[in-house]
């Protein structure tokens, strides 16, 4: 499996100076902000996007301020939907910490998200980074609709593959999208290019998403969200969509029954487990996995290679590998 240790090697430098960077632009005079962002940004993820941004610059030029703008930008406004996402889903971990309404309540939570809303779209005005911006605000309002559409099908039970990737292109690919697009963009590559670069990261993005809906069918628990939360919040993934696809009418029923009334039973979601892997979910769901994976390596082709190209390809790699 490739360690991110090893992905990040090439881009070492520039990780650096961003990681100053970005704790100096999220500084504030507002002693209640300060002491939330510090909790935030003591409690870092994998930054695998700000990752991703400096890679696709890389690929093609020295990273440069343009680089630093669209890493922190989006790093931002993604932290901002994830405290509105714990808000919304009444959530009180994140990683294995307490989310921010956990601990502050949830106006506070709101209120911390709104304000990193308006950080991101403030830093990139400043740096007259308006196109960076206008790619950023429209992964933002897809990521909205797509949220919004698995809110709607979560209800009505009867998703077919076609809405699934319709729903996780929105919610999931596009901001990964935006990261290679706007690494791209930074370093001053066409739009053709940087269309392409935005393609890579839609299947890269669609990739990572199916590997997060088959951990929640992984039964040794590393993902650091409960086995199955999913299926408790009646969300219906690739590998369920497709098993159901494949059962009788009477079997479909009996299923949707269990996820509708029975998901805290450690005994029923075993039922569903076992349903989803006789009926090929887990197989097809990796198969299409790999899939868009390999579409995506596909894109990298035609560059010249490097040992960014060498990197990207193992952050791919990471992507559908990790345990979590």
């Not at 890679?55 to 939907?81: G, R």
């Not at 098993?243 to 039973?265: G, Y």
């Amino acid at each position: 499996m490739s360690d991110l240790n090893n992905i990040k090697r090439p881009i070492s430098e520039e990780l650096a100076g961003f990681e100053s960077y970005f704790h100096t632009t999220m500084k504030t005079s507002v002693p209640l902000l300060n002491m939330v962002i510090s909790y935030l940004l003591r409690r870092k993820g994998k930054q695998m996007r700000p990752i991703l941004v400096f890679l696709t610059a890389k690929l093609f030029a020295k990273p440069n301020q343009s680089t630093n703008t669209a890493a922190a930008l989006i790093e931002i406004l993604h932290t901002a939907t994830l405290i509105h996402d714990d808000v919304v889903d009444e959530s009180y971990e994140r990683r294995g910490f307490f989310s921010i309404n956990a601990i502050w309540k949830s106006k506070v939570a709101v209120l911390l998200g709104d304000y990193l809303l308006a950080k991101g779209m403030l830093l990139a005005v400043k740096n007259k980074e308006y196109e960076l911006l206008d790619i950023v605000a429209e992964a933002v309002r897809e990521m909205s609709e797509g949220e919004l559409l698995q809110l709607k099908n979560s209800r009505k039970h009867n998703i077919n593959r076609a809405e699934y990737y319709e729903i996780i292109r929105k919610k999931t690919a596009t901001l990964i999208a935006c990261c290679s697009a706007c690494g791209a963009k930074s370093v001053g590559m066409p739009p053709d290019v940087v269309h392409k670069m935005q393609e890579f990261g839609e299947f890269l993005g669609i990739a990572f998403q199916i590997k997060d809906d088959l951990l929640d069918y992984q039964t040794n628990n590393l993902t650091g969200k409960p086995l199955g939360n999913d299926l408790r919040e009646k969300k219906l993934t690739l590998p369920l969509i497709y098993a159901l696809e494949q059962s009788s009418q009477q079997e479909r029923s009996r299923i949707l029954r269990l996820i509708n009334h029975q998901t805290k039973n450690r005994e029923n979601f075993n039922l569903i487990l076992s349903f989803v892997e006789s009926n090929g979910g887990i197989e097809f769901s990796r198969h299409e996995m790999h899939n868009f994976c390999e579409r995506a390596l596909k894109i990298l082709e035609p560059f010249q290679d490097s040992e960014i190209k060498v990197a990207l390809h193992k952050f791919v790699d990471y992507t559908i590998l990790r345990n979590k």
